[in-house]
């Protein structure tokens, strides 16, 4: 069985959203926890104690991985698909990141002769 090295592991801080998310969901799939979080129905071959268990396994250990003026918004989430909507909700459009995808964006524009949008500049 692979064993999962989390210890290199980033912990989701106010401007590393898209990449702690891709890592996390890597990491989840890899313990065997990601259906908390990805399905939308309880297993049939769960119980609801198990199911709930489960959710409550997942929340924890993904709170192992934010740090503390994250967690502070996430504490309360007892299931592991709302606590991963409220993260995406929270970081995933942060302003800065969106800031920083527009200027690294702006800065690999490249002009391309014959190029539609410049054409109409000549």
């Known amino acids: 069985m692979m064993e999962a090295n989390t210890n290199k592991m980033v912990c989701l801080n106010d401007t590393n959203y898209h990449l702690w998310k891709g890592e996390m969901k890597d990491l989840l ?70 800031k920083l995808y527009l200027l690294n964006s702006l800065m690999n524009l490249r002009y391309k002769e014959g190029d539609f949008y410049f054409r109409s500049l000549k």
Do not use: M
């Open 29 to 98: 799939f890899v313990k065997k926890l990601h259906l908390p979080v990805l399905s939308t129905e309880k297993p049939e071959d769960k119980t609801g104690e198990e199911w709930k268990f489960e959710h409550q396994q997942v929340c924890g250990f993904i709170r192992q991985y934010v740090k503390d003026n994250v967690y502070n918004h996430i504490a309360n989430e007892e299931k592991a698909k709302s606590l991963w909507k409220k993260i995406e909700t929270l970081y995933a459009s942060s302003t800065r990141n969106n």
